[in-house]
């Protein structure tokens, strides 16, 4: 705690004890809540976050991007109110939803093994024996 806002604080509290009034109150209650608001931030800082990529963790798949994110994000919401109501609408929903996220998933799990399937063939032919382990 800041000592010298305190001393003030007591200063303030003894001018304004002969003749208070509302905002004078109102200052002094502020400026008290303010020294224990600013030695609790102090005391009780949070950590900053060293990851800005709030996505992105190790357990991703290669494939998973934000296509792949926001479908599921999509699917995850309609799942939540289906969950919720339980109307036939929403299930209808649900399982469009659930479709599109299938859909988009497949897509992303083919590109990504045909791209790694051509990255294998060039790597071979250019360099056999690197690649053959002999």
């Known amino acids: ?47 900053e976050c060293k990851h ?29 109110k289906y969950n919720v109501s339980k109307q036939a609408t929403d299930a209808n929903i649900l399982k469009e939803r659930s479709k599109e996220y299938k859909k988009i998933m497949n897509k992303y799990i083919a590109q990504h093994k045909s791209k790694t399937e051509k990255q294998l063939r060039q790597m071979h032919h250019k360099s056999p024996k690197r690649n053959t382990g002999k």
């Open 52 to 80: 800005k990529n709030k996505y992105h963790t190790s357990t991703d798949k290669p494939w998973f991007g934000t296509h792949c994110r926001n479908a599921r994000v999509i699917y995850n919401q309609a799942k939540k």
């Open 1 to 47: 705690m800041d000592t010298n806002k305190i001393e003030q604080l007591s200063l303030n509290l003894q001018t304004t004890q002969s003749n208070p009034s509302k905002d004078s109150v109102d200052k002094l209650t502020n400026d008290f809540a303010d020294i224990f608001v600013n030695a609790a931030k102090t005391t009780f800082s949070s950590p």
